[in-house]
């Protein structure tokens, strides 16, 4: 039988038939406007499973939000899940856990295997004993981006470093001088850690990166180079960047990994021509710029939702570089993130036009871009003939499909989704893991969260950095900072490394919960662990001054962010200004302004002129006149 997509505007079918596994799957790619509400379908008609049908013939009309179908597993009857039991565990948990009661006034609050009795703190070098020291040892490699060990290269070398660099760059003193005087024993790697615990910062990193340079006993590598130009490219110093790619063709340090790192950079501050012209430097440099090259372009773009401007450049030069399925996948994926499903239909039935049969990875994006697109019916249309005819999906798949079940609080449907994926015989991943803990945290059922803790320890999928940010974060947004706080004791404990996130959680929950010297902690606590702040991280940080009445401190900061080339801060400079109008302090707000506006930030710099100008004022007030008399 075949189920027909009607194209309205061009009134042509698309046909979804048997042959499927040959020809693929087509959309409709003109039809913008919102679908017909399903109808229920006959008796022994194609009904069952997500698929709404009106018999043979009729033309099927895609739906939005209509629920997951999950066959083997079906709801229960409205009447009969208002009765449904609050506390009843999926099957999936062991049985002493799945059962176990969790008191109601517990609930909510975070699983007492994740606490630590000793009262928050963050000193790592406790010695008291974790209560996880029996749980299974997760520092098997996970995922890189996000689960590093913690196993620096000579720390105390790379600390002493950077505290130089720390303390000299901001109070504006010689630091080359100061650290020609240190004998610090030079090396690649140990540039490399220096240029990381500045990769926010590009200023003291590239004064560094200039000094190493000019000692004698050392030179720099490819490696060296690569790094610095990473630092420059997430800053958005481009003039620098290119003048540093200029150096390193010259003396022979360009590779593939340093053209990639400045085709993203360019591409996420939408610098087309830019984006393109590295293609010319390529050349330049006896670089062959191939199709892999062209595709890592379209990646960065379609990553940073230039979908459109993806699109045009493959059109532009698709002589030159003919499209692949790699191509074909990424601006696709550039339409999906965009929730531009008309072009993302075009761009499938073009793909297959072309030959190009769609592989798993081009049907997660399309799944996806689908739920993005708030098509949740289609997206289960489309995983089901994945089922049925390939390919296979896999543990992505249906970590997509768990994650918008538990975004939408459908935790039912979640776990039925998470039984079918076992049943297919697909491993869940830590990801998968992690969406359900996400939604039974926001679900205030931590029993169950507890239940799958000790599951994926069991199942030889223990938690990472991922699934402890998640467990942190569930803990700030619900205001219970020390929790949040003894959750990172212990991720530190088994070897990961937290990233800058993780502190800004802490930090503003910290702040939010007027809890001032706890977040001040945190402050100090990232920069032992060695993390850099970013702009985010700053921002948090003198918001909390500003919020808890330390003008004079945030002040400081904002001037630390200046100096080491950061963008100002987005806080509240109305309350910022006023504080200092309350201690009559009107030059600190002129200087302040004055760097606002050297800085591009020309409306804070007016709303700092404008305050000191009404406290300048309001001193003149109360300074008598020669006559002895009041000038007010």
């Not at 072309?354 to 990875?361: E, L, R």
């Not at 969406?435 to 931590?446: D, E, K, Y």
């Not at 330390?550 to 509240?572: C, L, N, T, V, W």
Request: contains cysteine; hydrophobic residues 35%; proline residues 8%.
């Amino acid at each position: 039988m075949a189920l027909l997509l009607i194209n309205s505007r061009h009134c042509r079918p698309f046909c979804l038939s048997s042959s499927f596994a040959l020809d693929g799957l087509r959309f409709p790619s003109a039809d913008p406007r919102p679908p017909d509400p399903i109808t229920p379908p006959r008796e022994g008609g194609p009904g069952d499973g997500g698929w709404r049908g009106g018999g043979r013939g009729r033309p099927v009309r895609l739906a939005r939000g209509a629920p997951l179908p999950l066959p083997r597993s079906p709801d229960p009857p409205p009447h009969r899940s208002l009765h449904r039991p609050r506390r009843q565990a999926p099957t999936f948990l062991p049985r002493s856990l799945s059962y176990h009661y969790c008191p109601p006034h517990l609930q909510g609050q975070v699983p007492q295997f994740l606490l630590n009795p000793a009262s928050p703190s963050f000193s790592t070098s406790s010695g008291s004993p974790s209560p996880y020291d029996s749980d299974a040892d997760p520092d098997a490699d996970a995922d890189p981006t996000c689960s590093t060990p913690l196993r620096p290269l000579d720390p105390k070398e790379v600390e002493r470093v950077c505290k130089v660099i720390e303390d000299l760059f901001v109070s504006d003193r010689n630091m080359e001088a100061v650290l020609d005087e240190c004998n610090i024993d030079l090396s690649p790697s140990l540039v490399v850690e220096v240029l990381e615990r500045f990769r926010h910062a590009h200023k003291p990193a590239y004064r560094f990166f200039r000094w190493a340079g000019e000692r004698s006993g050392y030179s720099h590598d490819s490696d060296t180079y690569t790094k610095m130009l990473s630092v420059l490219g997430k800053t958005r110093q481009f003039e620098t960047m290119v003048a540093l790619l200029e150096e390193m063709g010259n003396k022979g340090f360009l590779t593939m990994d340093a053209f990639k790192i400045a085709i993203k950079a360019f591409a996420a501050a939408r610098e087309m021509k830019k984006s393109m012209g590295i293609f010319q430097l390529m050349k330049r440099f006896d670089f062959k710029a191939g199709l892999e090259t062209f595709n890592c372009l379209i990646e960065a773009l379609a990553n940073g939702k230039l979908g459109k401007e993806a699109q045009a450049l493959c059109e532009k030069l698709k002589d030159q570089y003919p499209p692949d399925l790699r191509t074909y996948t990424l601006v696709l994926l550039g339409w999906c993130k965009l929730k531009n499903l008309v072009e993302a239909g075009r761009v499938w039935n073009e793909m297959l036009d072309k030959g190009f049969k769609p592989d798993v990875v081009a049907y997660n994006i399309m799944v996806d871009g689908l739920i993005r697109g708030h098509r949740r019916s289609d997206a289960i249309k489309l995983f089901e003939l994945m089922k049925a005819k390939g390919p296979v999906p896999n543990d992505r798949t249906y970590t997509i499909l768990i994650q918008d079940l538990c975004k939408v609080g459908k935790m039912d449907l979640a776990v039925n989704c998470f039984r079918e994926m076992l049943d297919a015989g697909c491993l869940p991943t830590v990801a998968t893991y992690t969406c359900l803990i996400v939604g039974f945290g926001n679900a205030r059922q931590m029993d169950k969260v507890s239940g799958l803790l000790r599951e994926m320890t069991e199942k030889g999928c223990p938690p990472d950095a991922r699934t402890y940010n998640a467990l942190i974060k569930l803990m700030t947004n619900r205001n219970l900072p020390d929790d949040a706080a003894r959750i990172y004791k212990k991720m530190i404990n088994k070897g990961f490394e937290p990233t800058f996130h993780t502190y800004n959680m802490m930090m503003k929950s910290y702040f939010h919960g007027n809890n001032y010297e706890m977040g001040c902690k945190v402050w100090e606590e990232m920069g032992r662990q060695g993390i850099c702040p970013d702009v985010n991280s700053y921002t948090v940080f003198i918001g909390g001054h500003i919020r808890h009445g330390r003008p004079e401190e945030a002040h400081r900061y904002i001037e630390e962010m200046i100096s080491k080339g950061m963008k100002a801060p987005q806080i509240d400079y109305n309350k910022f200004a006023a504080d200092f109008s309350r201690v009559g302090k009107p030059d600190m707000l002129y200087e302040l302004a004055q760097k606002m506006n050297f800085s591009g930030k020309f409306e804070v710099s007016n709303v700092f002129y404008g305050w000191a100008e009404r406290m300048k004022n309001r001193v003149k007030r109360r300074v008598p006149n020669q006559t002895g008399k009041r000038l007010f």
